[in-house]
């Protein structure tokens, strides 16, 4: 009986382990963030960051002709989504850290959720105006330069109707 009960208590162990594995592997694979959720995309950050360093290099410092037209130069534009006034604090805290007055960038306040939103809770919404002021705000404080939008562009008129006709 003893035999059978170390027996069972060793063959125990690597199940245990393998268990262990499949449960980490589990909360580690599952996104957190909503737009990652929807999209089906993982490690957006590292992607975007890629792209937008090997923008500035190839476009450097925004440069405008004598009417006040860009002529070269990287504009950012970061739609904010709802409930995540953080990770938009973090994208403009990058971006001021990482490139400065070597980009312009655009905060996007016009999302309007339709189609499958109402599947994702969190993303069901439009952004308020303590989110967007808040955004702002930060914007201003880090000494970004760039496009902020009025309210009226969350309008559902600048919504496309996606029926293929006229495009």
């Known amino acids: 009986m003893k035999r059978y009960v170390v027996r069972r208590l060793l063959m125990a162990v690597p199940l245990l382990i393998a268990i262990s594995f499949v449960c980490f592997m589990f909360i580690n694979l599952i996104p957190s963030n909503p737009a990652e959720v929807a999209l089906r995309v993982q490690q957006m950050p590292v992607i975007t960051e890629e792209a937008?360093?090997?923008?500035?290099?190839?476009?450097?410092?925004?440069?405008?002709?004598q009417t006040g037209m860009m002529i070269r130069g990287t504009i950012v534009r970061h739609l904010m989504l709802p409930g995540l006034a953080g990770d938009t604090a973090q994208v403009l805290r990058y971006l001021a850290e990482?490139?400065?007055?070597?980009?312009?960038?655009?905060?996007?306040?016009q999302y309007t959720p339709f189609g499958m939103a109402e599947r994702y809770p969190?993303?069901?919404r439009k952004i308020t105006d303590e989110e967007y002021e808040q955004a702002v705000a930060l914007f201003s404080e880090l000494g970004l330069a760039g496009f902020l939008q009025d309210k009226e562009s969350i309008s559902e008129s600048f919504i496309p109707s996606f029926e293929g006709q006229g495009v």
């Not at 937008?52 to 002709?65: H, K, L, N, S, Y």
């Open 122 to 124: 969190e993303l069901d």
């Open 98 to 109: 990482h490139f400065g007055d070597r980009i312009l960038v655009s905060l996007m306040r």
């Open 52 to 65: 937008i360093a090997e923008m500035v290099r190839q476009t450097g410092a925004p440069q405008f002709d």
